[in-house]
């Protein structure tokens, strides 16, 4: 599902426009990016936490030569899905091919 697809099912739920719809969801989506960034956790009780974790530096592997290479130690994103998310998706029969 892409994003246009998203709002559409947004506003036809919540039954509002689609630019509303559209709007709220960018909201949404720039205060988690925004709390996340800032160091804090956001929880959506039963969807899930996304959260800032540290990586510490390490030793890769160059793929095409084999040499030994640096990896910097970063800060990523993370996201931890809720209980009812999990159930919901592990539960859902996989559709045939």
Known sequence: MYKTELVE???AQAEIPKTTAAKALKAMIDN????VAKGDT???PGFGTFKSTKR???TGKYPKTGA???IAATTVPKFTAGTIFKTAVATT???KK
Not at 32 to 35: I, M, Q
Request: aromatic share 0%.
């Open 42 to 44: 956001v929880v959506l």
């Open 68 to 70: 030994a290479l640096k």
């Open 93 to 95: 029969k996989k559709k």
């Open 56 to 58: 510490a530096a390490r």
């Open 9 to 11: 099912q947004i506003a």
């Open 32 to 35: 988690v990016v925004a709390t």
